[in-house]
């Protein structure tokens, strides 16, 4: 979400019988471009605070509430305090802190379930020192990533859905050891490591490679063949990227039928391998996520197929594979 905003076009400013608090009425296009109000796709809602000007932005078709954010005047032209956005479901998305327009301090990010995923400290703008947390299915914590910008140390632990801690990986500067944690409560060290580039797993030749195979190898009239109603239909498989860049456990996780599925999976499958992840110098398994989009339109069918990488579904956790 954009929380940085242009001048904007203020179109009412309302004050109090009393005269003391000041209400102020915006209306934006969709890029949050100043607009008339019968032009407008989102509008704002401020009020003044002691000195600065608290203001929640709304999308008018529907009055859902995007994102708010603290302002030093009504001009709106410099974030100082906090800024919030929001996720569909009303959760709480992001919090920001700004210092005339630039981040200072605590932000922390969560999921739409309202499960935190990312506590980052800054300082002037750049972030000194980070936490980031990844869950398996339930709310268990499955990996907790600790960086310290400042003494320039990593920290990387995994748990097991009980929460025990498993695995540390343990960075000062470039270098790294492991560290295995046994149930009997016995620790010991795994391998020494160099290095804290990661890389995801890619289709060889990257982007433009993929979507070349897919324009190539899709066959977008077998739903049409199948009878599938007019529409449009998201298909998404997943599936394993082996440390040898070959794919495992590849499933569909949409159900729309008509072939599509099955289309879907035959491309996947015949996709050959893959350049695998690597995670700190190693390589290791990753989930990856594929959507394609069939239209079927008066009888015809295209294919929009997502030529972009394939979502990851989780950061790397080597010690599970």
Not at 124 to 141: I, L, S
Not at 159 to 172: E, L, M, N, P, Q
Not at 217 to 243: C, H, M, W
Not at 313 to 321: C, D, K, L, Y
Request: charged share 25%; hydrophobic share 35%; glycine share 8%.
């Amino acid at each position: 979400m954009k929380t940085i905003l242009p001048a904007f076009l203020m179109l009412m400013l309302s004050l109090s019988a009393n005269g003391q608090i000041k209400r102020y009425t915006y209306y934006f296009d969709a890029s949050l471009a100043p607009a008339q109000k019968e032009k407008a796709f989102i509008y704002g809602k401020g009020v003044k605070q002691d000195s600065a000007v608290w203001v929640d932005f709304f999308l008018i078709p529907n009055d859902q509430k995007i994102f708010s954010a603290s302002y030093t005047d009504s001009s709106l032209n410099i974030l100082h305090g906090k800024s919030i956005d929001y996720h569909k479901n009303g959760r709480v998305q992001l919090v920001k802190r700004y210092r005339y327009n630039v981040q200072d301090g605590l932000t922390q990010k969560w999921d739409d379930r309202g499960r935190q995923t990312d506590s980052i400290l800054y300082t002037g703008g750049a972030a000194v020192f980070k936490k980031q947390f990844r869950y398996f299915k339930e709310n268990t914590v499955l990996n907790e990533i600790i960086t310290d910008s400042i003494l320039n140390t990593l920290e990387d632990i995994s748990y097991d859905t009980t929460g025990r801690k498993i695995r540390a990986v343990i960075f000062s500067g470039n270098t790294g050891v492991e560290k295995i944690y046994h149930p009997d409560g016995t620790v010991t060290n795994g391998d020494s490591l160099y290095t804290r580039e990661d890389k995801d797993a890619s289709f060889p030749g990257g982007p433009k490679a993929w979507a070349s195979y897919l324009t190539r190898t899709l066959d977008g009239s077998r739903p049409v063949r199948a009878g599938a109603p007019e529409g449009q239909y998201k298909v998404v498989v997943q599936f394993i990227v082996n440390k040898d860049g070959t794919l495992l456990d590849i499933k569909a996780l949409s159900t729309n039928g008509y072939g599509m599925e099955d289309e879907a999976l035959r491309v996947i499958r015949n996709s050959g391998k893959w350049n695998p992840a690597m995670q700190y110098g190693r390589l290791v398994k990753a989930y990856r996520r594929q959507p394609i989009t069939f239209s079927i339109s008066k009888g015809t069918l295209t294919s929009d197929r997502n030529i972009l990488q394939p979502s990851r579904r989780s950061s790397q956790a080597p010690s599970i594979w």
